[in-house]
């Protein structure tokens, strides 16, 4: 049977409420890519339908429209030993960083079907992050400093941050907030409030920090570190930070989050499952997916379209049952109705009396907010009863 619903919210004479009816299930499948490959880095569209997943051994790139189902092997991107890649919201814009042979940084404006080298100093780079709409730019590598820029990659700048071996690195939706993990002893976790220009030492200690992740507004921050055994997070954009002493003992490699920084998803360097979280890492779960060491994962906006790769191993996908929670705020004579972009797609729909069976589609299109990853319709309030709802096509 279809999902009718998720959510459905009134707005009568001023006063809100809301229906929700959380779901959730979690299956993982093996998806179009090619097989025994040595799978670094996966990027994710907000939708999760866009995607692009780097292999490190056979120096490719890989591009899929579809949620994995099918990939193209995008050929003119050069032969590299590609290490990480990052996506705008869209999936549009991509930039990508090569570890061996002391190469530069790449970008696509057009889903990974051309590429052009950028002007970032020759290095090994090991980490890249992008805004939501793919103009701020941010890279870091072994034994640098971190490069940022403001123009998609036209230049670039580096930033005061240490000179470190920069493994990861993880910006909010707009850009502006930073943060970065370094690898060796001493080395911690970095922030940044002005698109990495700057750079702050946190108090989390110095430890293998080898991925790190935000929300989109760059508030809760999941910091993952392979020696010692440690994932911590911060709701505070790293004011303070909390150990999930729950998280299983593995060395973790990678971590993805959603876009409310609720949902997580983590795999480790070790022959072990993947691991997710849906109380922004206070529990996690083994996941029904081959064991291997998963070195990359993505993951949709909503945090129910997710993606791990092996290295070297296969790349697999999982779709849970979105809930997008609607939201609603009156502004100036008008309803501004929002929802964090869903992995599968849904209506708005209206009705102007919850007994009666007539809902309607709302007829204006949902524009993406970049600032929060959100879908949303702004509607001029007719001052008499509304209930709005989500519902698939």
């Not at 991107?77 to 940084?105: E, M």
């Not at 950028?118 to 793919?134: E, F, H, K, L, Q």
């Not at 092996?310 to 100036?332: F, R």
Request: charge should be neutral; glycine fraction near 10%.
């Amino acid at each position: 049977m279809k999902q009718q619903f998720l959510l459905v919210l009134g707005v009568i004479l001023g006063n809100l409420f809301a229906v929700v009816h959380p779901l959730f299930a979690q299956v993982w499948t093996l998806t179009g890519a090619p097989t025994n490959t040595a799978w670094m880095s996966v990027a994710s569209s907000a939708d999760g339908k866009k995607l692009a997943a780097v292999d490190f051994g056979g120096g490719r790139i890989y591009t899929s429209t579809n949620s994995g189902t099918t990939w193209t092997l995008q050929t003119n991107a050069p032969l590299r030993g590609w290490y990480s890649v990052a996506s705008s919201a869209d999936g549009c814009k991509l930039v990508a960083a090569t570890l061996i042979s002391d190469d530069r940084v790449y970008t696509s404006t057009n889903s990974g079907v051309t590429w052009m080298t950028n002007n970032v100093p020759v290095g090994n780079w090991r980490s890249t992050a992008s805004s939501a709409d793919g103009t701020r730019l941010v890279v870091g590598g072994d034994g640098g400093l971190i490069y940022y820029s403001t123009n998609a990659g036209g230049t670039w700048t580096a930033s005061s941050a240490p000179t470190a071996n920069w493994w990861s690195i993880a910006a909010s939706a707009d850009g502006t907030k930073l943060v970065g993990g370094g690898h060796g002893t001493g080395v911690g976790i970095y922030t940044s409030t002005n698109s990495g220009a700057t750079w702050t030492l946190t108090g989390l200690p110095g430890f293998s920090w080898y991925s790190v992740a935000s929300s989109a507004d760059g508030m809760q921050l999941v910091a993952a570190s392979a020696s010692p055994s440690r994932i911590y997070t911060s709701t505070d954009s790293a004011a303070t930070w909390t150990w999930q002493s729950n998280a299983p003992a593995t060395s973790w490699r990678t971590v993805a989050s959603s876009a409310d920084g609720t949902k997580l998803v983590a795999g480790s360097a070790t022959q072990s499952p993947i691991y997710t979280s849906t109380d922004s890492g206070a529990t996690w779960t083994t996941n029904n997916i081959p064991i291997a060491a998963y070195f990359g994962v993505a993951s949709s906006a909503d945090g129910c379209r997710l993606f791990a790769g092996a290295m070297p191993g296969n790349l697999y996908s999982s779709q849970t049952i979105p809930t997008p929670e609607l939201n609603v705020t009156s502004s100036n004579g008008n309803l501004n109705l929002a929802w964090i972009v869903p992995s599968t797609d849904f209506v708005l729909q209206q009705n102007p009396d919850l007994t009666r069976a007539n809902w309607t589609d709302v007829p204006d299109a949902p524009t993406l907010d970049l600032i929060h990853l959100q879908n949303q319709v702004i509607l001029p309030s007719s001052g008499s009863n509304g209930f709005y709802r989500l519902k698939t096509p």
